[in-house]
């Protein structure tokens, strides 16, 4: 027997709802790769890159079911019904998102409708980003010293505004550290609410755009800064926002900077000689 004999097999006519991580294929977990090299038909966002996919079964089908050119996504009922048309034709039907499916994903609104259909599912979890993004920019999502709680938040609602259904003012007091996703377009909006509830404007901010992708990017800034650096270096999606204390650690947490930094330092020694 294998030594990876715990792996499930992907029985045809399922739908297996997968987390790829927030990017680096290093992230996947065995599971979602085991899934990759068996799925008929891989449906995947946006989020799901290239070095991702290539693990995907040869002859596999991949089906893109993310935003196009800024058009909107293919709406949601489409998507599912897709997948229940899929599984019904005897696929095996990989549905993979960004992340992890449960979080921010619509893997929930999915997995419900599989489950109203009788389509057999399983979930796949993955590295969500608001956690493993998160370490990829040197902020720990916890720190006993700092944080006993840790909220996460979207940054707009299925209406693309700023969610209104949130206490703010108890989120302004009562939430040490703020973990926000697709919070860059109304940032602004959400300081404001922080602000006016009791948060310190002076409170740091990280943001982090495509964390633990070779193009990974982090800003250090304020609750009342944040919003103007965003428009001036025009920060766009994905990005995962931090609020609080936590950010602070990244001085001296920031593991891929400071190891980047030591490789060019060795590389420039190298070169004098
Ligand atoms: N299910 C996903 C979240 C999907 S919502 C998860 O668990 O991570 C999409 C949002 O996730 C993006 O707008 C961004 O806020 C965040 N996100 C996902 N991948 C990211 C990445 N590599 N870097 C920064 N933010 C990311």
């Not at 790829?20 to 899934?35: C, E, I, K, Y």
């Not at 943001?207 to 609750?223: G, H, M, R, Y």
């Not at 103007?228 to 650690?249: C, H, S």
């Amino acid at each position: 027997m294998s030594d990876h004999d715990f792996l499930p097999a992907f029985p045809p006519g399922w739908v297996w709802l997968a987390g790829a991580g927030p990017g680096d294929p290093s992230l996947l977990t065995l599971g979602v790769h085991s899934a990759l090299g068996q799925a008929d038909v891989v449906v995947h966002d946006a989020l799901v890159g290239g070095d991702i996919l290539r693990f995907a079964r040869p002859g596999a089908v991949l089906e893109y079911a993310g935003k196009r050119g800024g058009r909107p996504s293919c709406r949601q009922a489409d998507i599912t019904a897709r997948l229940i048309q899929l599984a019904r034709q005897g696929k095996r039907v990989l549905r993979l998102k960004g992340g992890d499916p449960f979080m921010f994903g619509r893997g929930g609104e999915e997995a419900l409708e599989l489950s109203r259909a009788g389509i057999p599912f399983r979930v796949l979890p993955g590295v969500t980003a608001g956690i493993g993004g998160l370490a990829y920019g040197g902020v720990p999502a916890t720190h006993r010293d700092v944080n006993s709680a840790v909220t996460f938040l979207t940054g707009h609602d299925a209406g693309g505004a700023v969610p209104d259904n949130l206490d703010w003012h108890a989120i302004s007091r009562g939430a040490p550290v703020l973990v926000i996703y697709m919070g860059v377009r109304h940032f602004a909006a959400i300081a404001e609410r922080l602000i006016a509830a009791g948060r310190p404007a002076s409170q740091p901010v990280a943001i982090i755009t495509n964390a633990s992708l070779p193009d990974q990017k982090v800003w250090e800034t304020t609750i009342a800064e944040a919003a103007a650096l965003i428009e001036r270096d025009a920060i766009g999606a994905p990005a995962m926002i931090v609020v609080g204390e936590v950010v602070r650690l990244r001085a001296e947490l920031d593991w891929l900077g400071r190891f980047a930094q030591r490789e060019a330092a060795a590389e420039k020694v190298a070169a004098l000689g």
